[in-house]
């Protein structure tokens, strides 16, 4: 069995990091505080977020995908403030808007159906990038 240890990958021309454009792996990930201040704490290839009202979120990507075809996928915890544990079971889904190339709109509710902010709001997008 052979063993690769690599420090650091680099693009062809040896001046920065390997693109990922074709291979199937998370285009764009974010992990969101959606209360008070609303900030990324961390996130891969979206540039910003704008805060549409209670819970809702268009988040915009730096390097925008191939189309609005892509795949996405979210995640919600922290009902109170950013260190409480759920209370209930909020969710996340699309918004109204229709993905675009460029942006993805996020609706975090409460298992009533009703819009809340969340401590933690995690998104991820899977496809091509442009």
Do not use: C
């Amino acid at each position: 069995m052979s063993e690769l240890k690599i420090a650091t990958l680099s693009d062809k021309a040896g001046t920065g990091p390997v693109t990922l454009t074709g291979q199937v792996a998370v285009k764009a990930w974010g992990n969101l505080n959606g209360l008070g201040a609303i900030a990324y704490r961390n996130s891969f290839n979206i540039s910003s977020v704008t805060d549409n009202g209670t819970g809702d979120y268009t988040h915009t990507f730096t390097n925008p995908m191939a189309d609005a075809n892509y795949s996405s996928f979210g995640a919600t915890n922290g009902t109170g403030s950013v260190s409480s544990t759920n209370t209930y079971s909020p969710w996340i889904h699309a918004g109204q808007a229709i993905p675009t190339a460029s942006t993805y709109r996020t609706i975090s509710m409460s298992g009533g159906g009703t819009p809340i902010d969340v401590g933690f709001l995690h998104v991820g997008m899977v496809g091509d990038l442009a």
